[in-house]
């Protein structure tokens, strides 16, 4: 899949576009995004990064990060995406300027976006606009039930399954490998330390079933209480894998929430129930 920073990225040509920000290509996101993949020709995205609510003074916790955004809209049959930095210079644009600048420059015929999207300035722009402006507009209803803000709740009160549920894949975090304390090697059971960004939507403290790289991996989001720790940290143990993760790209599932976590009366006790979140996690189910 292409992905252009700015339309002057993009040749003219006949295009179905989905628009919309897709912060974490859901099931409703995908409900927009695949008519636009069948009815082609060169289906495309216009999405926005970073999230307009977050230039707009709003803290905004993302469900996917850009680079699994475009991966995500890739698998869906997307052959081009033009990312829109939002600005607040951009928040300033009419609707009339913004369909000239980011659709027609790009040759869109077709238009695909859910019913409420609005744009331009003051959210002044409806797709009844871009109707007059010429596109063949394709309105998709809300999918009842489903929704960021939603899914964001479950993954806080750790409702992993029925978070899974409305974004048609398990729950994800995404990041690069750091170095930690090495204490997990230590015990018996060495962890990779991933480093987040800032504002991607992590779930509540506590331990994990999940997966990363084709393997099942106990994962652990907190501040590892047994050793007084402060700072929030997402580490997974990868079972039955060997190797160096130490600055790699990892994009770990969270299937299921295992447990709270909590400080032990020895290290033993720890090492013990550590054993117990492994087996848990190979007996563990991938949610669909």
């Known amino acids: 899949m292409k992905v252009a920073q700015g339309p002057a990225e993009l040749a003219r040509r006949a295009r179905a576009v989905a628009i919309g920000t897709f912060d974490?290509?859901?099931?409703g996101h995908r409900a927009v995004v695949q008519p636009a993949v069948e009815a082609g020709p060169c289906p495309t995205v216009v999405t926005f990064h970073p999230h307009p609510r977050t230039v707009l003074g709003n803290r905004v916790e993302l469900l996917a990060t850009l680079e699994r955004r475009l991966e995500?809209?890739?698998a869906l049959g997307v052959e081009e995406t033009l990312?829109?930095?939002?600005?607040?210079?951009l928040a300033t644009l009419t609707p009339e300027e913004f369909a000239r600048a980011y659709l027609a420059s790009i040759g869109t015929d077709v238009v695909v976006a859910g019913a409420g999207f609005r744009f331009g300035r003051r959210r002044t722009g409806d797709l009844a606009l871009l109707e007059t402006l010429g596109f063949d507009v394709q309105v998709v209803p809300i999918v009842d039930g489903i929704s960021s803000t939603r899914i964001?709740?479950?993954?806080?009160?750790?409702?992993?399954v029925d978070a899974a549920q409305l974004l048609g894949r398990p729950v994800e975090v995404d990041g690069i490998v750091v170095s930690g304390d090495a204490r997990g090697g230590t015990l018996g059971f060495p962890t990779a330390n991933l480093?987040?960004?800032?504002d991607q939507l992590v779930p509540s403290y506590g331990i994990y079933a999940g997966a990363v790289l084709g393997h099942r991996a106990a994962v652990s989001v907190g501040v590892n209480?047994?050793?007084?720790?402060?700072e929030r940290r997402i580490e997974a143990f990868v079972l039955d894998f060997a190797g160096d993760l130490y600055g790699?790209?990892?994009?770990?599932e969270l299937w299921e929430r295992l447990r709270n976590e909590r400080a032990f009366e020895s290290e033993a006790d720890l090492v013990a129930q550590i054993a117990r979140d492994v087996e848990q996690t190979r007996a563990a189910q991938r949610p669909v």
């Open 72 to 74: 995500l809209l890739e």
């Open 83 to 89: 990312v829109v930095e939002f600005t607040p210079e």
């Open 152 to 160: 964001r709740q479950l993954v806080h009160s750790g409702e992993m």
């Open 24 to 27: 974490g290509v859901h099931l």
């Open 225 to 230: 209480p047994h050793y007084g720790g402060a």
């Open 195 to 198: 480093r987040v960004e800032p």
């Open 248 to 252: 790699r790209r990892l994009v770990v």
